[in-house]
């Protein structure tokens, strides 16, 4: 079982200060692979079977969900969740690009 975290950063326009959390996304089988999209103007989507931790290991409750949103922008009232409050007020547009080879110590 693998175990993928991503890091999700929040401007926080009240104390211009940058926020960053892990979460962890664990797939619950092997059966369906795990799908990470990174919307335009919006938030992460992410499907397929997972679950989600926190930066201690509790797992958060997603009541059987196999999609759901993650907040980009720092704006909703349930984050990590996306709840619809970057709609006007976040743009980023989604295009895949290649990494810079990975540092070697």
């Given at each position: 079982?693998?175990?993928l975290?991503?890091?999700c ?9 940058i ?12 059966k369906?692979a ?7 103007n919006?938030s ?8 989600i931790?926190d930066r201690?290991?509790?797992?958060y ?6 999609v ?32 810079p080879?990975?540092?070697t110590v």
């Amino acid at each position: 079982m693998f175990k993928l975290a991503i890091a999700c950063a929040y401007y926080l326009k009240q104390s211009r200060k940058i926020r960053q959390e892990t979460l962890f996304l664990k797939p619950k089988t092997n059966k369906m692979a795990t799908k990470i999209t990174i919307n335009n103007n919006g938030s992460i989507k992410v499907e397929g079977e997972f679950t989600i931790e926190d930066r201690s290991g509790n797992t958060y409750d997603l009541a059987g969900r196999e999609v759901i949103g993650l907040c980009r922008c720092g704006l909703s009232k349930n984050k990590p969740f996306c709840d619809g409050a970057h709609n006007g007020n976040f743009t980023h547009e989604a295009t895949a690009f290649a990494l810079p080879p990975k540092k070697t110590v």
